[in-house]
């Protein structure tokens, strides 16, 4: 299965509390933190994005997002996609929300096919799942969804 990023921005909207600018550098150059790693990083806005970088509506609207996201269209985009930090290069998004009957929601699937939930129930579903349904298969997201929406689960 090959990840396709989807660009919805969901995986960026709360990285705000784990990359921090500490100080600008230039215009399109800031001296950041990646806070879980502890490492230090140059973010430079990638000049096909610098106009969508200079609007701050969206992250004075949205303060746990990452300061470095900004929407485009329809799309929300990382504007120092070539200098991200490794944890961002290597994150995969959420391809799947998981809720109750109720529309609670239970957890998260990434494009890792990792489920992220603390409910016990959903969790013994998803190994189920993981049994059954192997990631070798080329429509494995497909065919987990129906299995959860088969035990009562509503997923997107």
């Keep these: 299965m090959t990840f396709t990023c989807r660009q919805c921005g969901t995986c960026c909207m709360y990285l705000g509390d784990y ?32 106009e969508i970088f200079r609007n701050h509506t969206f992250p004075d609207e949205n303060p746990h997002a990452c300061r470095f996201l900004r929407p485009e269209g329809s799309f929300l985009r990382c504007t120092i996609h070539t200098d991200s930090p490794a944890q961002c290069k290597f994150y995969r998004c959420v391809i799947m929300r ?16 990792n489920l992220h939930s603390d409910d016990t129930l959903l ?10 349904i192997p990631e070798s298969l080329p429509d494995v997201e497909e065919r987990r969804k129906v299995y959860l929406t088969g035990h009562g689960y509503m997923v997107e």
């Design 19 to 50: 990359i921090v600018i500490d100080h600008q550098i230039g215009p399109f150059e800031f001296s950041c933190e990646s806070v879980s790693t502890g490492t230090t990083f140059t973010a430079r806005v990638d000049e096909d994005k610098r």
């Design 98 to 113: 998981i809720t109750g009957p109720g529309g609670n929601p239970l957890g998260t699937v990434t494009g890792t096919l």
């Design 123 to 132: 969790r013994a579903r998803w190994e189920t799942a993981e049994k059954n």
